[in-house]
């Protein structure tokens, strides 16, 4: 994985960042969108993975309805995978 991308700092910080407003993908060049970030973002592939085993787990495919709203008993797992997966992005975006 390579932690360091040129870039140290994210176009409107992290505020921003979590809230899906929409600064370019500093690996991607395209709109860091939501579902960029969440769903497609090669950047963020090895964190998504552990998403990605939560909805698994539960029957759930990766799409942004069921990380965004998830359904019934997995709604616990794939929050807290959810919230690592932000930290992380966070974290290997602004070393
Ligand atoms: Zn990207």
Do not use: W
């Amino acid at each position: 994985m390579r932690l360091r991308m040129g870039t140290t700092l994210l176009p409107g910080g992290a505020g921003k960042y979590v809230l899906g407003v929409d600064p370019a993908c500093p690996m991607c060049q395209v709109p860091l969108t939501a579902p960029h970030m969440l769903l497609h973002c090669p950047n963020h592939k090895a964190t998504r993975d552990h998403l990605e085993v939560a909805l698994h787990s539960h029957g759930l495919v990766l799409n942004l309805s069921n990380v965004l709203d998830t359904k019934g008993a997995a709604r616990g797992p794939v929050f807290s995978a959810l919230a690592k997966y932000l930290l992380d992005c966070l974290i290997t975006e602004k070393i």
